[in-house]
Nanobody, 118 residues
Framework: VQLQASGGGLVQPGGSLRLSCAAS????????MTWYRQAPGKERELVAR???????VYADSVKGRFTISRDNAKNTLYLQMDSLKPEDSAVYYC?????????????WGQGTLVTVSS
């Protein structure tokens, strides 16, 4: 599975961005799709995850501000980010966790940069 992330950019504090992650094939069998982020000098951290059934998990730091969703018909993962803060600035990566017979494989997008600054 190839993943193409997009939608990053420069936004002022309090603003919004919508990230997209387009998959090269059907995501119906993808167990979980996740957004991670990595800020300079920090470790990569989980931002939000959505399971195949639609169950979601959010980092405490983004609860109530970010919304993750997946459109299986369009093979696309989204992250709606509202009320952005400077500390949300990072490179955002999408991940697809696919469980198959014999194991599981993780696929990663190339990352999209989000900068929150006035």
């Amino acid at each position: 599975v190839q993943l193409q992330a997009s939608g990053g950019g420069l936004v002022q504090p309090g603003g919004s961005l919508r990230l997209s992650c387009a998959a090269s094939e059907s995501i119906l069998r993808i167990s979980a799709m996740t957004w991670y982020r990595q800020a300079p000098g920090k470790e990569r951290e989980l931002v939000a995850r959505v399971g195949r059934s639609g169950t979601t998990v959010y980092a405490d730091s983004v609860k109530g501000r970010f919304t993750i969703s997946r459109d299986n018909a369009k093979n696309t993962l989204y992250l709606q980010m509202d009320s952005l803060k400077p500390e949300d600035s990072a490179v955002y990566y999408c991940n697809a966790h696919k469980v198959m017979v014999g194991g599981a494989v993780d696929y990663w997008g190339q990352g999209t940069l989000v900068t929150v600054s006035s």
